[in-house]
């Protein structure tokens, strides 16, 4: 995705040698004297007037101070605890005024990445405060994950969503839901020699299921997580066309398992598939999911819990 970036220079280190840029402002008050715009409503009566420029630059500017704080805090560059620098010093290091900097420190405290205290300037919020479902931050996340552990808890989250989607589905589709999730397994079948294709339409059938379960919240959680996967290399891999056909043999199982009005089975189906799929083609690393499934197993025989353990699961191999 590309994000508009920075003009080079003035952001190279906040506070440091590049803020000897002298700052360029964008968003001083409009000089004393602007044309104003009396109009004769007789004159302009049904005519559509040339749109004038928008004063657009404090907006993207603000923009754009808000998307390189957030990235310098969620790469660590700006430390959790630590102490967000001073006004005087993000304005000259960014050339905006205070407000652009205020408006952008005020965003930065509603996705939880900051946390201002009156008198005591702003320091850098803990990880566990920074709200994941801002897709600002999420994307942030997902770009920065350099171990995967990210994308295994997207992946995580979907599997456990879908799955349950998956089985409302198997209740609640209508013959109308379930003739389009068949149509859209022939067009996936048509499109596994394209990868590229095959997975838009991939897409497309896991959302006909979301949408029969009639889940609209879950619906919503996974295509705001999914959505910013998806926009990662790391995430989609280098999907071949023997890849495509393993997958598409999942959807076959999980249509199967609606259409037969098979709850548990359908949530089965759609749990091995996600996790399948994506033990496929998760890059390894060294820290990866492997180890994470193989540490898993033991540390789930102790807590009880099952989300390693179905990591580690026949399926995802
Ligand atoms: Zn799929």
């Given at each position: 995705m590309m994000q508009p970036q920075p003009a080079p220079g003035n952001l190279?280190?906040?506070?440091?040698?590049?803020?000897?840029?002298?700052?360029?402002?964008?968003?001083?008050?409009?000089?004393?004297?602007?044309?104003?715009?009396?109009?004769?409503?007789?004159?302009?009566?049904?005519?559509?007037?040339?749109?004038?420029?928008?004063?657009?630059?404090?907006?993207?500017?603000?923009?754009?101070?808000v998307r390189e704080l957030l990235d310098r805090v969620v790469s660590?560059?700006?430390?959790?605890?630590?102490?967000?620098?001073?006004?005087?010093?993000?304005?000259?290091?960014?050339?905006?005024?205070?407000?652009?900097?205020?408006?952008?420190?005020?965003?930065?405290?509603?996705?939880?990445?900051?946390?201002?205290?009156?008198g005591q300037g702003t320091t850098i919020a803990p990880q566990d405060d920074w709200n994941l479902?801002?897709?600002?931050?999420?994307?942030?996340?997902?770009?920065?994950?350099?171990?995967?552990?990210?994308?295994?808890?997207?992946?995580?989250?979907?599997?456990?969503?879908?799955a349950q989607m998956a089985r409302q589905a198997a209740t609640n589709a209508t013959d109308q839901d379930l003739a389009g999730m068949r149509r859209l397994i022939g067009k996936l079948t048509e499109e596994i020699a394209t990868p590229g294709v095959y997975i838009l339409t991939d897409v497309d059938f896991h959302d006909a299921v979301m949408r029969a379960s009639g889940n609209r919240l879950a619906r919503a959680v996974v295509r705001t997580i999914h959505t910013e996967a998806r926009a990662s290399t790391r995430y989609n891999g280098q999907p071949r066309s023997s890849d495509c056909a393993a997958s598409n043999a999942g959807h076959i199982a999980i249509y199967e398992r609606i259409a037969a009005h098979d709850p548990d089975g359908a949530a089965q189906a759609m749990s091995e598939h996600i996790l399948g799929s994506w033990m496929s083609r998760r890059p390894p690393h060294p820290g990866g999911a492997a180890n994470r499934a193989a540490q898993g197993a033991a540390a789930a025989a102790e807590d009880g819990g099952d989300r390693d353990a179905a990591a580690g699961s026949p399926a995802g191999r």
């Open positions: 190279a280190g906040i506070g440091g040698p590049g803020a000897a840029h002298p700052p360029r402002r964008w968003d001083e008050p409009q000089a004393p004297g602007r044309r104003a715009f009396v109009t004769d409503p007789h004159r302009t009566a049904g005519r559509t007037p040339p749109l004038g420029p928008w004063p657009k630059r404090p907006a993207r500017l603000g923009a754009v101070v660590g560059e700006l430390p959790q605890l630590s102490t967000l620098p001073t006004e005087p010093v993000l304005c000259e290091a960014f050339g905006v005024s205070r407000t652009v900097v205020r408006e952008a420190v005020k965003l930065l405290e509603e996705k939880g990445l900051v946390h201002v205290k009156q479902l801002d897709p600002m931050v999420l994307e942030a996340s997902v770009r920065h994950d350099h171990q995967l552990r990210m994308l295994d808890d997207i992946v995580d989250v979907r599997r456990v969503l879908e």
